[in-house]
T-cell receptor, first 117, second 116 residues
Framework: GAVVSQHPSRVICKSGTSVKIECRSL??????MFWYRQFPKQSLMLMAT?????????EQGVEKDKFLINHASLTLSTLTVTSAHPEDSSFYIC?????????????FGPGTRLTVL | AQSVTQLDSQVPVFEEAPVELRCNYS??????LFWYVQYPNQGLQLLLK??????LVKGINGFEAEFNKSQTSFHLRKPSVHISDTAEYFC??????????????FGKGTLLTVNP
């Protein structure tokens, strides 16, 4: 149980295009999902907290208009990188916090490797 | 505010040797502590967690950690490592009360390399 999936696992796009990454909790409901960014050989940096049915809360320094987050249901959150540029290339990881049960844990997705050419 | 310090960025060891990965945290309130493992190009997998109760926590893959409140530490240990334990290990802390909306603060990670 407590599986989180991400799609796609890897994406390569041209500079200026937009990319959407999906994060799904497969066997539990998640009121809250988190989006992280990880640069090579570095730790995870929290980008935003996504709450179902409301606007996401972005961390300081993260551009809201650049990284659009939509948490439309209790099992799905999406991150759209708009007008992507090479500096947006990174490993993006989502996590989900169960609505009930293991509410003190976060379950992580496998990550999405974004490469912007 | 909470913070996590992983004292070693890299730890090389030989196979079957014991290992300890160090983690110290700072928080003004009660804490929940976690260790995660990340294999190359993968997400994070929970190794173990401390929420309350016994300070010695056992996790998967033979790992264990001890919560030491006076030293604000949560060091990860394994008595005998395998080649397959080679990975990045992250210590994380969440402080305050329970609830579905909280943030984890991660350390910078420790790369454990197990050599034959």
């Amino acid at each position: 149980g407590a599986v989180v999936s991400q799609h796609p696992s890897r994406v390569i796009c041209k500079s200026g295009t937009s990319v959407k990454i999906e994060c799904r909790s497969l066997d539990f409901q998640a009121t809250t999902m988190f989006w992280y960014r990880q640069f090579p050989k570095q730790s995870l940096m929290l980008m935003a907290t996504s709450n179902e049915g409301s606007k996401a809360t972005y961390e300081q320094g993260v551009e809201k208009d650049k990284f659009l987050i939509n948490h439309a249901s209790l099992t799905l959150s999406t991150l759209t990188v708009t007008s992507a540029h090479p500096e947006d290339s990174s490993f993006y990881i989502c996590s989900a916090n169960p609505t009930s049960g293991f509410y003190n844990e976060q379950f992580f997705g496998p990550g999405t490797r974004l490469t912007v050419l | 505010a909470q913070s996590v310090t992983q004292l070693d960025s890299q730890v090389p060891v030989f196979e079957e040797a014991p290992v300890e990965l160090r983690c110290n945290y700072s928080s003004s309130v009660s804490v929940y502590l976690f260790w995660y493992v990340q294999y190359p190009n993968q997400g994070l997998q929970l190794l173990l967690k401390y929420l309350s109760g016994s300070t010695l926590v056992k996790g998967i893959n033979g790992f264990e950690a001890e919560f030491n409140k006076s030293q604000t530490s949560f060091h990860l240990r394994k008595p005998s490592v395998h080649i397959s334990d080679t990975a990045e290990y992250f210590c994380a802390v969440k402080s305050g009360s329970g609830g579905s909306n909280y943030k984890l603060t991660f350390g910078k990670g420790t790369l454990l390399t197990v050599n034959p």
